[in-house]
């Protein structure tokens, strides 16, 4: 007797995805998987731009599409230019990854430049507003797309030296679920991946994968790493999630878990 075949797989083939901070140490891992699932993709970088390339180049070399873009995401100007760039060298994007984050020096409260909390604003919430205003037009006129941001679980503990950080990924999260209810309607789906502290190439690079005093914490006992966090983003791009939105998925071994 014939049955059906049953398997299921992520593909994104003939769909175009925009990964912001796509050459870091999560994002290029990201890009790189979105890829091999079948999405053309932009890398995206603030300033170094032969990471990007050389992201795009790993792509391409391995027989996807894939170019390296340059913009600073918390400029409109800037967001709509590569948003053009995109759309001529891959075509329109149906995903979007928001993934760009601006780093500092965590401190206590009392001690936290104000400079810190409008640099986390700008690059979590104002991000995200920018390449919603961008791409989601594109994704209303043709009726679907992905919206997935990266938050963290930090903005569900909120602990010492984390206020900058959290303010920020709490007011994306805001911005997101709001969003989530304006443009379900055309079959877009807005969506958040929280990593708890996650295993990079730098990790592996210095041998500091393992963290025993960290692991204790999260009830799997280690580290996820960036792998992991890229399969939860490839999932909600595919249609697979097709009616997920508005979650914050944490992807952190169990370490901060909602509450109903």
């Known amino acids: 007797m014939n049955t059906p075949d049953t398997r299921l797989t992520i593909d994104l083939s003939g769909q175009t995805a925009v990964v912001t901070g796509g050459s870091g140490q999560l994002g290029r891992v990201m890009a790189r998987t979105l890829a091999r699932c079948g999405a053309a993709v932009a890398v995206h970088c603030k300033q170094n731009r032969a990471k990007a390339e050389a992201v795009a180049g790993e792509i391409t070399a391995a027989g996807g599409r894939a170019v390296a873009v340059q913009a600073d995401v918390t400029d409109e100007r800037s967001v709509l230019a590569m948003r053009d760039a995109v759309a ?16 500092y020096k965590w401190t206590s409260v009392l001690e936290q430049g104000l400079a810190d909390y409008e640099s986390q604003f700008r690059s979590c919430v104002m991000q995200n507003v920018l390449m919603a205003k961008a791409f989601v037009p594109g994704m209303i006129a043709r009726q679907g797309g992905r919206v997935i941001a990266i938050s963290t679980d930090c903005a569900m503990e909120c602990l010492p030296s984390q206020s900058a950080y959290t303010a920020g990924k709490r007011g994306m999260d805001a911005v997101l679920k709001v969003l989530a209810r304006e443009v379900g309607e055309h079959g877009i789906t807005v969506n958040e991946v929280a990593p708890g502290w996650t295993v990079s190439d730098r990790d592996r690079e210095k041998g500091t994968e393992v963290q025993p005093d960290y692991a204790r914490m999260i009830p799997l006992r280690r580290r996820g790493t960036d792998q992991e966090i890229a399969n939860v983003v490839a999932f909600l791009a595919s249609d697979l999630a097709s009616f997920v939105t508005g979650a914050f998925v944490p992807v952190c071994g169990g370490k901060a878990m909602s509450a109903l």
């Open 88 to 103: 001529a060298a891959l075509g329109a994007p149906a995903i979007i990854v928001n993934n760009a984050v601006e780093q």
